[in-house]
């Protein structure tokens, strides 16, 4: 996977976590202040944003942004599951979901502090993109031996020293 479509895939996953919150706090102020009954709107909308961040963040290796995608999940399934076994009517759900989603907003935006200040780690040109296999002793282009992906490191690019390969083995 490129580092372009690593970034574009991490901006995306920004986009719906920014909209995650914003449709919380939507919903917040619209039960609070004028007793919309919304959980049948922002709970499909909110699940469907959380599937989408968790997928995207499972694949570009985005901890944040996964752990964040499944609490949204977590939270459309625990509320739904409560609503429908504990037969209470979205009328009924309006106060105590309001409370639930004033205490999971308050620490979604906390938590978002940290997640939307991440970014993706830099890539080495001895590394590989696909299965981070070490590059260094093979040619400068080629299939890497772990995983087949195809690799090119190119020419102005210089070989690592001892000291950097033994460092870079210890750190993994």
């Given at each position: 996977?490129?580092?372009?479509?690593?970034?574009?895939?991490?901006?995306?996953?920004?986009?719906?976590?920014?909209?995650?919150?914003?449709?919380?706090?939507?919903?917040?102020?619209?039960?609070l202040m004028?007793?919309?009954?919304?959980?049948?709107?922002?709970g499909?909308?909110?699940?469907?944003?959380?599937?989408?961040?968790?997928?995207?963040?499972?694949?570009?290796?985005?901890?944040?942004?996964?752990?964040?995608?499944?609490?949204?999940?977590l939270?459309?399934?625990?509320?739904?599951?409560?609503?429908?076994?504990?037969?209470?009517?979205?009328?009924?759900?309006?106060?105590?979901?309001?409370?639930?989603?004033?205490?999971?907003s308050?620490?979604?935006?906390?938590?978002?502090?940290?997640?939307?200040r991440?970014?993706l780690?830099?890539q080495?040109?001895?590394?590989?993109?696909?299965?981070?296999?070490m590059?260094?002793?093979l040619?400068?282009?080629?299939?890497?031996?772990?995983?087949?992906?195809?690799?090119?490191?190119a020419?102005n690019?210089?070989?690592?020293?001892?000291?950097?390969l033994?460092?870079?083995?210890?750190?993994?």
């Open positions: 996977m490129s580092d372009r479509s690593s970034k574009r895939r991490l901006w995306w996953v920004k986009m719906m976590w920014v909209w995650c919150i914003v449709i919380l706090y939507v919903s917040l102020l619209l039960t004028v007793d919309v009954e919304n959980i049948v709107g922002t499909p909308a909110l699940l469907g944003l959380g599937l989408g961040m968790f997928g995207l963040s499972l694949h570009i290796r985005f901890a944040w942004g996964w752990m964040m995608g499944a609490s949204h999940v939270l459309c399934i625990l509320i739904a599951i409560w609503i429908s076994y504990g037969q209470v009517s979205p009328h009924e759900a309006t106060e105590p979901v309001a409370i639930i989603t004033m205490l999971y308050a620490g979604a935006t906390i938590f978002s502090w940290f997640g939307l991440w970014r780690p830099p080495s040109p001895w590394l590989c993109r696909g299965c981070d296999y590059l260094f002793g040619d400068r282009s080629g299939n890497c031996p772990e995983c087949g992906m195809g690799y090119e490191i020419d690019v210089k070989e690592p020293s001892e000291k950097a033994t460092t870079f083995s210890q750190q993994r």
